[in-house]
């Protein structure tokens, strides 16, 4: 079977309606691949956890029409040099495959690596103060030194002084779309928007003639927060959507950050909010951030090899675990999911058991250190 087959079949999968991203992944897991989806049986297809009878009927009566959408968006993607990014694809974003309702498919139009080490996202309101568009363009600026790649929405405000600052700056930086790559909105950030493909990139998870509707925003939100190491909230009112993509990046595990306002200012009760309630830390620049991320410039040193004995009392899991430090003895705790195969929160609960056995040390920024 050819890549292009199996392309048509993992953009058809996406074209069913009812499926969804945690079911697309079922599927996979049970059926092997996007194609082995469309030619099982229904009484397969019923057998397998969260498929019911209606969605196996989807499946067998919609695959059809839905290959014929398949086969007009691979001819757009082609014409437009988009690349598509399936969940089993090497350089689909690692970070989010660890979030259970990550896309299975994202289009890609760009050059920046979307795995890069240190990722940071910044957000806020569409209508800042002077002082957060002076806080965001200072606060990117300030990174340029730090190799991070930048995640925001495009949108007003905050998100485009974000994107041109790291322009500015060249850092490359990624907009996250509501819509698919046949347009941009707003129609003003088309400039912005061409300048970001060479220097960073554009992403979505919705295939051409998908327009910009309300409901597609939070699900934009949070591939911005699935996509990063850590997020940054400028300003925001008490219900913006900036709260809504740091509340989705906290049951992600990510680190939130946010820069605090004058009491008072509606603009300051989303980032003030956050602080007070514990639901993100304060930082004041740049400074803070590489500090509590733990992304310092470090004095480089020549490279040991780690020697990792393996504690006899330690279960499957720790095991598994312990042999990831023997890359190198500090581990982030992405790459400590990633190189383990384990969701996040089972990683968690693995490491707590192995520090309070002092094997390891928790360490700013979700890093771990070997110790034993």
Request: some cysteine.
């Amino acid at each position: 079977m050819s890549d292009i087959d199996e392309l048509n079949y993992q953009i058809g999968l996406t074209c069913i309606e009812g499926i969804g991203n945690v079911n697309a992944k079922h599927l996979l897991a049970y059926c092997g691949s996007a194609k082995a989806i469309f030619e099982t049986k229904k009484s397969q297809l019923l057998k397998i956890p969260g498929i019911g009878s209606i969605l196996a009927q989807n499946i067998i009566s919609k695959s059809q029409s839905a290959l014929q959408q398949a086969e007009y968006e691979l001819a757009f993607i082609d014409k437009h040099k988009i690349t598509p990014l399936f969940f089993t694809d090497t350089n689909y974003p690692q970070r989010l495959k660890h979030c259970v309702d990550g896309p299975i498919l994202l289009y890609y139009k760009g050059n920046a690596n979307l795995n890069a080490d240190k990722i940071v996202g910044v957000v806020g309101t569409r209508c800042p103060s002077e002082y957060g568009i002076s806080q965001t363009m200072q606060f990117v600026s300030d990174l340029r030194q730090s190799g991070v790649l930048v995640v925001s929405g495009l949108a007003y405000g905050v998100d485009v002084a974000a994107h041109k600052q790291c322009l500015q700056s060249e850092i490359p930086t990624i907009g996250v779309l509501a819509h698919g790559l046949d347009r941009i909105y707003p129609d003003t950030h088309d400039r912005i928007a061409k300048k970001m493909i060479n220097c960073g990139g554009l992403l979505t998870e919705f295939m051409s003639n998908t327009s910009p509707d309300a409901v597609n925003f939070p699900r934009r939100n949070r591939i911005v927060a699935g996509m990063v190491d850590a997020l940054v909230v400028v300003e925001s009112k008490r219900t913006g959507g900036s709260l809504i993509t740091a509340t989705i990046a906290q049951s992600y595990n990510k680190d939130v950050f946010a820069f605090p306002g004058r009491p008072g200012e509606v603009l300051s009760e989303g980032p003030n909010g956050l602080i007070k309630q514990n639901k993100a830390s304060l930082i004041e620049n740049a400074s803070d951030l590489l500090y509590a991320m733990n992304w310092q410039e470090q004095v480089v040193k020549k490279p040991v090899r780690s020697q990792v004995s393996i504690p006899i009392f330690l279960n499957v899991e720790e095991e598994v675990i312990a042999r990831c430090f023997k890359a190198k003895p500090e581990l982030h705790l992405d790459e400590i999911s990633f190189l383990s195969e384990m969701p996040v929160s089972k990683a968690v609960s693995g490491l707590l058991n192995m520090e309070f056995n002092h094997l390891i040390k928790s360490m700013p920024g979700k890093m771990y250190k070997w110790v034993a």
